[in-house]
């Protein structure tokens, strides 16, 4: 891949929903948009090899999409009313795409979330179409994100922007009830976003900064449009606390760092800070919903000096409560993890081995991986040396799998200094 190459598709990635969202708004079709979007990107691979990347090539990248969009537009026998919709002034707008300010709300980009979320489609079918569009995920990753096969994910995206266009979905922010009844969907659409960029799944990279930017200024977004939806709030302290370990949670060599060994003094304090004051938005803590809870637990690792002096016991009766709202395997293990801190790894264990047989975990690498630490922990090095393996076979993500690799080794090291020394 050359230098060319490379850098387009950083931008387009970086870009690209951004550009589906502007030129959205002038056909009124994403499907349309995103091969308009793509339409661009080939463009720019023949003509940026010859005259070189642009000064703002994001903006270059949108111009070329709104100018192919326009020339459809115009070609339509529906001309006169599709221009009647879109406003008199499409060839003085402003090429340029991006945000006045890192806070400010895109609006396009906003109206498209609420477009991929609307309620004709079926859950899995806005999941996986607002990661495509918005996220900039590949299907093989949305794929993997959802434990499904990829054929699967490409199947419902189809389908979802044929239904889209088929019922005529305006592309809009919407208001009063409807608003609403999308919020949902839309905040859980948000949330995978921000969990891509934060954990990638596949790639040589843990982290992918720009899925996480792009979910927090859509949470930021959100929230201000819906001032009195709690969990509005709570998805945005959520975001602006697990953002603020970012700085921490990978070394200068670019390898994960966990949680026990981050310099918390990496951490974002800004971005902390921002997350207690959404979370106080969120209400008070008996009311708390889901996203509110899991911010509440984030709020407990912040407020820590340090792993050992964290509160564990409050996270452990969060994930509990967060439990009871919303039944998950992934819930009850994260709860094991904290009983363990409590209790004791024998206890955790027992938690642990009690999910071993749920099908949603069949191929989650963190359920051998949690395993295989609480064993260490209990000595049973040669155990845990086979499930940081099984866990590190599991993951797709390059960084991840050498850091398992790494505790299986320690395991096995620690195997042998205890043979050394005579242990049983």
Same mark, same amino acid.
């Given at each position: 891949?050359?230098?060319?190459?490379?850098?387009?598709?950083?931008?387009?990635?970086?870009?690209?929903?951004?550009?589906?969202?502007?030129?959205?708004?002038?056909?009124?079709?994403?499907?349309?948009?995103?091969?308009?979007?793509?339409?661009?990107?080939?463009?720019?691979?023949?003509?940026?090899?010859?005259?070189?990347?642009?000064?703002?090539?994001?903006?270059?990248?949108?111009?070329?999409?709104?100018?192919?969009?326009?020339?459809?537009?115009?070609?339509?026998?529906?001309?006169?009313?599709?221009?009647?919709?879109?406003?008199?002034?499409?060839?003085?707008e402003s090429y340029d795409p991006e945000p006045s300010g890192p806070g400010d709300i895109d609006?396009?980009?906003?109206?498209?979330?609420?477009?991929?979320?609307?309620?004709?489609?079926?859950?899995?079918?806005?999941?996986?179409?607002?990661?495509?569009?918005?996220?900039?995920?590949?299907?093989?990753?949305?794929?993997?994100?959802?434990?499904?096969?990829?054929?699967?994910?490409?199947?419902?995206?189809?389908?979802?922007?044929?239904?889209?266009?088929?019922?005529?979905?305006?592309?809009?922010?919407?208001?009063?009830?409807?608003?609403?009844?999308?919020?949902?969907?839309?905040?859980?659409?948000?949330?995978?976003?921000?969990?891509?960029?934060?954990?990638?799944?596949?790639?040589?990279?843990?982290?992918?900064?720009?899925?996480?930017?792009?979910?927090?200024?859509?949470?930021?977004?959100?929230?201000?449009?819906?001032?009195? %939806?709690?969990? *509005?709030?709570? !998805?945005?302290?959520?975001?602006? +606390?697990? /953002?603020?370990?970012?700085? &921490? #949670?990978?070394?200068?060599?670019?390898?994960?760092?966990?949680?026990?060994?981050?310099?918390?003094?990496?951490?974002?304090?800004?971005?902390?800070?921002?997350?207690?004051?959404?979370l106080a938005r969120a209400g008070d803590g008996r009311s708390y919903g889901p996203y509110a809870?899991?911010?509440?637990?984030?709020?407990?690792?912040?407020?820590?000096?340090?792993?050992?002096?964290?509160?564990?016991?409050?996270?452990?009766?969060?994930?509990?409560?967060?439990?009871?709202?919303?039944?998950?395997?992934?819930?009850?293990?994260?709860?094991?993890?904290?009983?363990?801190?409590? %209790?004791?790894? *024998?206890?955790? !264990?027992?938690?642990?081995?009690? +999910?071993? /047989?749920?099908?949603?975990? &069949? #191929?989650?690498?963190?359920?051998?991986?949690?395993?295989?630490?609480?064993?260490?922990?209990?000595?049973?090095?040669?155990?845990?040396?086979?499930?940081?393996?099984?866990?590190?076979?599991?993951?797709?993500?390059?960084?991840?799998?050498?850091?398992?690799?790494?505790?299986?080794?320690?395991?096995?090291?620690?195997?042998?200094?205890?043979?050394?020394?005579?242990?049983?």
């Amino acid at each position: 891949m050359t230098v060319v190459e490379s850098t387009l598709e950083t931008v387009f990635r970086m870009e690209s929903a951004r550009i589906i969202a502007t030129v959205a708004r002038i056909v009124r079709d994403v499907g349309i948009a995103e091969e308009l979007a793509q339409d661009a990107l080939v463009s720019a691979l023949e003509q940026w090899p010859r005259s070189g990347v642009p000064d703002s090539p994001g903006a270059w990248l949108t111009a070329a999409a709104k100018h192919r969009a326009v020339d459809l537009v115009r070609r339509r026998e529906t001309y006169a009313r599709k221009l009647a919709e879109v406003g008199r002034t499409l060839s003085e707008e402003s090429y340029d795409p991006e945000p006045s300010g890192p806070g400010d709300i895109d609006d396009d980009v906003l109206r498209l979330v609420f477009t991929t979320c609307h309620p004709v489609l079926s859950a899995d079918a806005r999941a996986a179409l607002t990661l495509r569009l918005v996220g900039g995920l590949r299907t093989d990753e949305i794929a993997r994100a959802f434990l499904v096969p990829e054929a699967t994910v490409a199947a419902r995206i189809t389908r979802a922007k044929r239904t889209l266009a088929k019922e005529g979905v305006e592309f809009e922010v919407p208001y009063g009830e409807e608003r609403a009844a999308r919020l949902g969907s839309v905040l859980e659409v948000v949330y995978l976003i921000f969990n891509e960029g934060y954990a990638a799944t596949a790639g040589d990279d843990l982290l992918r900064p720009g899925l996480c930017e792009d979910a927090l200024r859509l949470a930021r977004g959100l929230a201000a449009l819906m001032p009195a %939806e709690s969990e *509005a709030h709570g !998805l945005s302290a959520l975001l602006e +606390l697990q /953002a603020s370990r970012i700085p &921490a #949670r990978t070394g200068p060599d670019g390898r994960p760092v966990l949680l026990a060994d981050q310099n918390r003094s990496r951490w974002n304090r800004l971005l902390t800070r921002r997350g207690y004051a959404a979370l106080a938005r969120a209400g008070d803590g008996r009311s708390y919903g889901p996203y509110a809870l899991q911010a509440a637990i984030a709020a407990c690792h912040a407020r820590a000096a340090s792993y050992e002096e964290t509160d564990w016991a409050t996270i452990a009766a969060l994930y509990g409560r967060l439990g009871a709202l919303t039944p998950s395997p992934v819930v009850e293990l994260n709860r094991a993890v904290a009983v363990s801190m409590t %209790e004791g790894p *024998a206890a955790a !264990l027992a938690l642990v081995d009690a +999910l071993a /047989a749920e099908p949603a975990l &069949a #191929r989650y690498h963190l359920l051998p991986s949690v395993r295989g630490d609480l064993l260490a922990r209990l000595g049973r090095t040669e155990e845990a040396r086979a499930e940081f393996e099984r866990a590190a076979a599991l993951t797709r993500n390059e960084s991840e799998r050498e850091l398992l690799l790494g505790r299986a080794g320690e395991a096995t090291g620690a195997r042998a200094e205890e043979s050394r020394h005579g242990a049983p």
